[in-house]
């Protein structure tokens, strides 16, 4: 049982650590001390055969959040949060990530063995822990259970005074440029947490419904956007210009760009700003597929809603029109945000807590909540009567048919014009991308698409029926100055057997900041990556 949430001070907001996902094993000692010989001495974290805790090979090993009482001897294996010492006993406060609060440690001077009171002296916030003893009714108020210590050993050691994280409360925007602790913080080990619930939910809706998981590749030479925000990959030395391959023309004199024919795959190749076009090809054979990586776009924006690098969950419905893909969008979010209220009720009360005070409210608002569909033309309509009353709180006040909503404009429409989660769809053919379908009935002023707009953060997901007849899609193309020998095997898809199709794309670190409450998307993700940042 965890510790309840109140005995969790602001004051130690980011002194929290995460789980260790090293198992208990038998421990090969010359094995163990071969390794260790191969680190530096001037190493902080050092590791001493003296420190494993007696009992490690039979005390069964038990994460802190399913701590429950027994007779057994097990052991805790964790990071010292805060040390208390009394004349008579000590008290440890040991996490290992599985949940927020951890577990209390007691050790009875007069039930330790002698080299556990040694050890004592040594703990320092940081410093990895490994205790045995049994799980009992906690004897405070603060938590439900606790460890009664017979041992105790330090692994790790951690120097109090050149340790990053004291025991304070440390800015987000510090954290980030120590991004490789800040995983043992409360906020960044609970966003951790339901980040990886979500992840496995999404995998579970999806699989659940008769979806195949599909992987597809980072490396292309296709812009699925036609945005050209993309980052080049290639082996030509760019330090060494003079060295570079130049283009020529049929007459063989050289042109202003680099000739690709000769890099490393014979043509320009860039990472890729989504797997949808490779998951159609799949879609156009096994029915409903998924996709679920990693992503990237070389836009220079330093805003809390964009990344360079991202995750993105893309799913392909095959005979399916943009309907069919609102109903899925909704039907995924549902399950996966209710699979965050059960398995991850501690984090979302710390959230709710300290970030968002209204967070549980708008999670149980968005699972129960039939989602509203509305369409472009009257969204826009909605939003030109409200800025009209007063268009000098609007910082984007001109709004009009072909307009491309803003921030402000689709928090408007979600928090406050309907309260709720809304599918904007039927958007201006000209503010989307040459794949989604136009619509018949205005002539293709707009086409097939949707955005799906949520409470605090604006635009979630975003989808549309993909165009299947090949002579629109490939007038699209020329519009838009797409190569379309590029996209030939794309084309393929239309000229062989095509099929009305669907699908959307979800921002992955976009419903983790929602579900989490936070506002900067850099700490959604483990490692941000965004114009001037890619460290670690």
């Known amino acids: 049982m965890a510790r309840s949430l109140s005995s969790i001070s602001s004051n130690n907001l980011f002194s929290s650590y995460p789980p260790s996902t090293t198992h208990a094993t038998s421990i090969n000692k010359n094995d163990l001390s071969n390794r260790i010989s191969s680190v530096a001495p001037s190493r902080s974290f050092q590791l001493n055969m003296s420190t494993v805790a007696a009992g490690a ?75 045995v003893g049994q799980i009992i009714e906690s004897q405070g108020g603060k938590q439900a259970v606790e460890l009664s210590a017979s041992s105790l050993r330090i692994v790790g050691t951690c120097p109090g005074d050149t340790f990053p994280l004291a025991k304070k409360r440390h800015s987000l925007e510090y954290l980030r440029t120590i991004a490789h602790l800040r995983p043992r913080t409360n906020t960044i080990a609970a966003v951790a947490r339901v980040r990886s619930t979500l992840a496995g939910s999404i995998h ?11 992987q597809t590749p980072l490396i292309t030479a296709s812009d699925c956007e036609g945005a050209g925000e993309m ?22 004199k050289e042109l202003a760009g680099v000739d690709y024919a000769e890099d490393f795959f014979g043509k320009a190749a860039f990472l890729t700003v989504s797997g949808q076009l490779g998951g159609e090809t799949h879609a156009c054979a096994l029915g409903d ?59 979302l009360e710390f959230f709710g807590k300290f970030f968002d005070k209204g967070l549980k ?46 921030t402000e404009h689709e928090r408007w429409l979600a928090e406050t014009k309907f309260d709720s989660a809304v599918f904007v ?19 293709g002023e707009t086409v097939n698409a949707m955005d799906l707009l949520v409470p605090g953060v604006g635009e979630l997901v975003g989808g ?72 670690f």
């Open 57 to 131: 090979t039979t005390a069964r090993r038990v994460k802190t959040a399913e701590a429950e009482v027994s007779d057994e001897q097990v052991s805790i294996k964790g990071w010292v949060r805060t040390v208390r010492k009394q004349k008579t006993l000590a008290f440890v406060e040991v996490n290992d990530g599985s949940n927020l609060s951890g577990i209390q440690c007691v050790l009875p001077f007069d039930s330790v063995d002698e080299d556990t009171m040694k050890e004592i002296d040594n703990l320092t916030t940081g410093c990895s822990v490994h205790a």
């Open 204 to 214: 579970k809706f999806f699989q659940g419904e008769g979806f195949n998981y599909v």
């Open 231 to 252: 980052f080049r990959v290639t082996t030509l030395d760019i330090d060494d210009v003079a060295s570079l391959p130049r283009a020529k023309d049929e007459e063989g």
């Open 289 to 347: 597929v998924y996709t679920f990586g990693p992503t990237f776009r070389a836009e220079n924006s330093q805003t809390t809603r964009h990344l360079a690098e991202f995750w993105m969950v893309e799913p392909e419905m095959a005979f399916a029109d943009l309907t069919s893909a609102m109903d899925n969008a909704e039907a995924m979010l549902k399950a996966c945000v209710g699979d965050v209220i059960e398995k991850c009720e501690e984090d």
């Open 361 to 406: 409210a708008r999670l149980d608002k968005l699972v129960s909540k039939p989602f509203v569909r509305c369409s472009y033309r009257d969204a826009i309509k909605h939003l030109q009567e409200e800025i009209a009353k007063d268009p000098s709180k609007w910082q984007f006040p001109d709004v009009e048919f072909g307009t491309d909503l803003a």
């Open 425 to 443: 769809y039927n958007y201006p053919k000209s503010i989307k991308a040459f794949y989604m379908r136009d619509n018949d009935e205005d002539g």
């Open 464 to 535: 549309s029926q993909r165009e299947e007849r090949m002579d629109v899609l490939v007038e699209k193309m020329k519009e838009l100055d797409l190569d379309v020998e590029d996209y030939w095997w794309y084309l393929d898809l239309r000229r062989f057997g095509s099929v009305p199709h669907a699908g959307y794309g979800l921002g992955f670190e976009r419903l983790v900041t929602y579900v989490c409450g936070i506002e900067n998307i850099r700490d959604a993700i483990a490692f941000p990556r965004y114009p001037g940042n890619a460290e």
